[in-house]
């Protein structure tokens, strides 16, 4: 479960292209905003803009965070965003498995992030 003042978020933004996608989730970790953002694309996004609609193919960033750098967060896609209104929607983690919930606050701290053995992906551990 999330700890106290951690407030983990997920935040979704759409990006008109891989790019733009990649050039704003590379600037959110190195900023240490997000701890991670993963690029999912394109995916076909039908929407109304200015009375019309619209039918055009996305990319989808799905990034790892906290409540409290949501402003930062918000004002960095906006810089970094080619999009007149930029989608960025945040949504609360409820529930999260501990070692993942330190990584991620580690991740985003004003620190760099403490040497910690880490599973990776095929369940041999890793020093960070």
Sequence with gaps: MAGAGTNPRIVFVMAGGEEEAAKIARSLVEERIAACVNIVGPVRSVYR?????EDEN???LIIKSRAQLFPKLE????????????????????RVSKP?????????????????K??????AATTS
């Design 49 to 53: 803009w200015r009375g019309a609609i």
């Design 58 to 60: 996305e990319y989808l």
């Design 75 to 94: 004002r960095r896609v906006k810089e970094l965003h080619s999009y007149e209104v930029p989608e960025v929607v945040a949504v609360a983690m409820s």
């Design 100 to 116: 993942y919930l330190d990584w991620l606050v580690d991740s985003t701290a004003d620190h760099p992030p403490r040497a910690r």
């Design 118 to 123: 880490l599973p990776r992906r095929n369940g």
